[in-house]
């Protein structure tokens, strides 16, 4: 195969595979299985912090949001396409080195892992800021140490996660994830009952267009699409691949207008007052408010071990020896939520964190390195198509700079100030 050109140019959203491609593995979950799935992959955190972004950009930066989410539908549509013009892709490293060799599947390897991880660590730091919002008296002890409230919930929180990593099958996962589609769809209607009813109102007007803080907008949208790692694993575990870009495109549509709508609202209840996470402004008194809060804390439940599968699955690739050993595989991934835990105990700047995660790693990540690896594999008869590849490369690499540089300085100058 090394150094042969290979022809991807078929329709988008094609319903059947063409010519004699093959599939290395034949999966067993039902096409509603892949969708909750995949909706829970992206009705992430970034549901909490969509409002925080529109506030930041101000209303000319929903453009951009729209904008994203057509390059990282476009991006996820060639993810398929290049798993079924080379059956031997199974997961996103793969498609890395099928490209580039064995530098691409490091740098997508290492690309993947940051993000998924990072994605997963933001989870316990959101716990950790809605549990202390709902009982800030609170504090622990342990051998004669005395922990804030916040600390604590963290930690909490992860002992109460962990056995969910220990599952890797995502037939078994899609029922976990259902709870998540679920756990957004309240959120949202809470948070609109708490403005048409419990007296905040829709009526802050905001700015049309805040240029300052654009890079902190795009950055913020680009996390809210950051569940490309994912794709092939849902991919290959579907049992009729063929509806997969049906699959991708329900879950674009949906997850897009449910960010449009908690950012419009939120905005419009709170101005530029919001708060990182929305949460953090609704008013605690209000039973609206506290299940909108309660059902954040949901969330991470259903979400945490289907984003860390990946990483999972990467580190224990790297001891072949004890990789199929079911002790290993839950000693590695408890592992994992323990570093995760001491990062979220260390950086506990939700915002500034997933920003910064947005900019550099999750656009990166999710719509840069899968237009590159298609553009290599398809080579010279991409045809016409070539040049819209490219423009979503250029435009993803644009985020991924400006963002990253603001979400660097205000992490730094935050932590500065923390110590």
């Not at 996820?76 to 996103?92: A, H, Q, V, Y």
């Not at 004890?322 to 835990?341: M, P």
Request: charged letters at 10%.
């Amino acid at each position: 195969m090394e150094g042969e050109r290979i022809f991807i140019a078929q329709p988008l959203l094609e319903n059947d595979f063409s010519g004699d491609v093959k599939c290395v593995k034949e999966g067993d979950a039902s096409f509603s299985k892949t969708l909750f799935n995949g909706l829970n992959a992206l009705s992430g955190v970034g549901i909490l912090s969509v409002p925080y972004a529109l506030a930041s950009g101000g209303w000319l930066s929903l453009v951009l949001l729209f904008a994203i989410a057509m390059a990282a539908f476009y991006a996820g549509l060639l993810i398929k396409r290049c798993m079924e013009t080379d059956p031997s892709i199974t997961n996103f490293p793969d498609m890395g080195e099928r490209a580039f060799g064995n530098i691409g599947r490091t740098v997508v390897s290492v690309f993947m892992c940051a993000e998924l991880y990072l994605v997963v660590t933001g989870f316990l730091i959101v716990e950790g800021d809605n549990l202390h919002n709902l009982f800030p008296e609170m504090k622990f002890q342990a051998c004669g140490l005395e922990l804030g409230g916040k600390q604590s919930f963290v930690m909490i929180v992860a002992l109460l996660i962990t056995p969910s990593v220990w599952l890797s099958n995502l037939n078994i996962l899609s029922y976990i994830s259902a709870t998540g589609v679920l756990a957004s769809v309240v959120i949202i209607a809470s948070v609109l009952w708490v403005g048409a009813f419990d007296g905040i109102g829709f009526h802050s007007k905001g700015e049309f267009v805040n240029w300052s803080g654009i890079p902190t907008a795009v950055s913020l949208y680009g996390f809210c699409y950051c569940a490309h790692p994912i794709f092939p694993p849902l991919y290959n575990s579907m049992k009729n691949k063929r509806n997969f870009s049906k699959v991708l495109l329900l879950c674009f549509v949906c997850m897009t207008i449910s960010y449009a709508s908690i950012a419009i609202f939120g905005y419009l209840m709170f101005g530029s007052k919001l708060d990182p996470e929305i949460t953090l402004n609704l008013p605690i008194h209000k039973l609206s408010s506290r299940v909108a809060i309660y059902t954040t804390l949901v969330s991470p439940l259903s979400k945490y071990a289907l984003m860390l599968e990946p990483v999972a699955s990467a580190t224990e690739s790297w001891f072949p020896t004890y990789h199929k050993k079911r002790s290993f595989r839950i000693f590695i991934r408890t592992a994992l939520v323990a570093t995760q835990v001491i990062i979220a105990l260390v950086v506990p700047f939700f915002g500034h964190l997933i920003s910064l995660v947005g900019a550099f790693l999750s656009v990166t990540a999710s719509i840069t390195l899968p237009c590159l690896c298609f553009l290599k594999i398809s080579g010279a008869n991409l045809g016409n198509e070539q040049v819209l590849v490219i423009g979503v490369i250029v435009f993803s690499i644009l985020i991924a700079i400006f963002g990253t540089y603001t979400s660097l300085v205000q992490l730094i100058h935050g932590t500065v100030l923390q110590y």
